[in-house]
């Protein structure tokens, strides 16, 4: 029985190691502290996430996947920002309602990006 207790509290110490060390932990580390942070609440807010930002030449091309259910019609802001100044806000909704997973790209283009050292984007939920 105590080495069953020692083998159990070397995993644990073991699986810690490896969420607070590894992206993939990080990862699952915050999933679980939204999942706990929402317990109780009845409204989604985090239901698109920015899932790749691509720069191609004078355009930034930005994915976005549905994290929860999205509402047919919801309409989101999607705020660029370079060197943290507001470039451009795109609205986005979607005709369908779409279920986890699904990825979206727009494109923000028109813009100098010669000097650009930071580019931040923000989906802002209605």
């Keep these: 029985m105590k080495k069953f207790i020692v083998v159990m509290i070397s995993l644990a110490l073991l699986l810690a190691l490896v969420f607070t060390l ?3 932990g990080t990862i699952a580390l915050s999933y679980f502290s939204k999942i706990v942070a929402g317990i109780g609440q009845t409204q989604y807010t985090d239901e698109v996430m920015v899932s790749d930002i691509k720069v191609k030449g004078t355009k930034v091309e930005v994915s976005l996947t549905s994290v929860a259910q999205t509402q047919v ?3 989101y802001a999607v705020k660029l920002y370079l060197n943290d100044v507001l470039a451009a806000t795109l609205p986005v909704s979607w005709s369908v309602a779409q279920i986890p997973g699904t ?3 727009i494109t923000f283009a028109g ?3 010669t000097t ?3 580019i931040y984007v923000e989906v802002i939920a209605p």
């Design 73 to 75: 019609g919801t309409e």
């Design 116 to 118: 650009v050292t930071d």
């Design 22 to 24: 590894t992206p993939l």
């Design 111 to 113: 813009l100098t990006l």
């Design 103 to 105: 990825t979206k790209k």
